[in-house]
Structures are given as C-alpha cells and as structure tokens.
Nanobody, 121 residues
C-alpha cells in the first residue's frame, strides 16, 4: 500500500504564491506520472498539471504560465508551484500518482487527502 500526503496549502492574497507538495510513502514501489487536480465548490474536479516519469509537462489553459509542476524522484515527491494566484484558483487541490508495485508487477493509482487553497483579498 502507498500513501500520499499533501502539504503547503493555505490562505493567500491575489498575486501571491504557494508551493504544494505531495509525498508518497510505502514499500517496494516506484512512481510514474504525477498529476495535480483541483475542485472548487459546486464544480467538477479538473486536472491542472501533469508530469511524466521523464519530466514532460502539460497544464490546463487556466494555469499555464503561472503554475509549475515538478518532481523529485529520489524522494517520491511531487510539487506544484503556484504563482500570481487569483481568487478563481481557490479550490481543494489533490495529487494523483500512478504507482508501480514492484513485488507483484502491478500498476495502481493513489490520491492525496486534498488540501485547501484560498485566494482572497
């Protein structure tokens, strides 16, 4: 079993920045692609950033140029750097990792617990 733990959310004013982290823990696994999603009240969950195992990235149009996804493979951790935050970025943010279980050669995916980001003046 693998667990994802998110950190770094909070309350900021428009134009400020935040860094979200998502750390995977467990045994005998490796992490493939990493994604960040967000869900605002009354809205469907949307993917905002994606990074492959070899570092290729893509972003939702709404965050392109402001958010940066990155990863530290040695730490099994993904990051989402959010700059120039806007009130419309307010949401619960979730990480989602594809994981390969070495012991039984099985792929699975896991979600973080979700973390609140609030942007308001």
């Amino acid at each position: 079993q693998v667990q994802l733990v998110e950190s770094g959310g909070g309350f900021v004013q428009p134009g400020e920045s935040l860094r979200l982290s998502c750390a995977a823990s467990g045994s005998d696994f490796s992490v493939g692609r990493m994604d960040w999603y967000r869900q605002a009240p009354g809205e469907p969950r949307e993917r905002v950033a994606h990074i492959t195992e070899n570092g290729s990235r893509n972003y939702a149009d709404s965050v392109k140029g402001r958010f940066t996804i990155s990863r530290d493979n040695a730490k099994n951790t993904g990051y989402l750097d959010m700059n120039s935050l806007k009130p419309e970025d307010t949401a619960v943010y979730y990480c989602n990792f594809q994981v390969f279980h070495v012991s039984d050669f099985r792929f699975d995916e896991y979600w973080g617990q979700g973390i609140q980001v609030t942007v308001s003046s």
